[in-house]
Structures are given as structure tokens and as C-alpha cells.
């Protein structure tokens, strides 16, 4: 937490639900269901553009300037 700071490390509690439902399915032979499958594939997406978003911006920028430059 020291690193990437608090509100940071608050993004990764989106994760609880994801692994409560790995180890349902790993633990206690749950059945694992397509809208688990697509929850999860939400929440990991919705992690890593919380937590890349100036990486993403930055890309976005360069290339909305780029396409500027070309008209």
C-alpha cells in the first residue's frame, strides 16, 4: 500500500467477489455459470483500466494528436 497509495489499493477489493467464486467452484464444487464468467471478465476489466488509466490517457492523447497533425 505503501507503493501505490490507498485509493489505489482500494481498486483491488473489486477482486473479493471474483475470488469468492474461485474458490467456490475450487473448494466447495460450486457450478461456475457464464454470468459469473462475464461478471468476472467486467470486474478484471474494470481493474485494469482503474489502474492503467494515465498509461491509457497518455496513448490516447498521442494518438488523437497524431491524427490532428495528418488531416
Do not use: W
Amino acid at each position: 500500500m505503501r507503493v501505490i497509495g490507498p485509493s489505489q489499493a482500494a481498486v483491488f477489493m473489486n477482486l473479493m467477489p471474483l475470488v469468492g467464486i474461485i474458490c467456490g467452484i475450487a473448494f466447495l464444487d460450486e457450478r461456475f455459470y457464464t454470468s459469473e464468467a462475464v461478471g468476472g471478465a467486467l470486474i478484471i476489466l474494470g481493474v485494469y483500466l482503474t489502474t492503467q488509466y494515465h498509461l491509457l490517457a497518455y496513448k490516447l492523447s498521442k494518438y488523437l494528436v497524431k491524427r490532428r497533425h495528418h488531416k
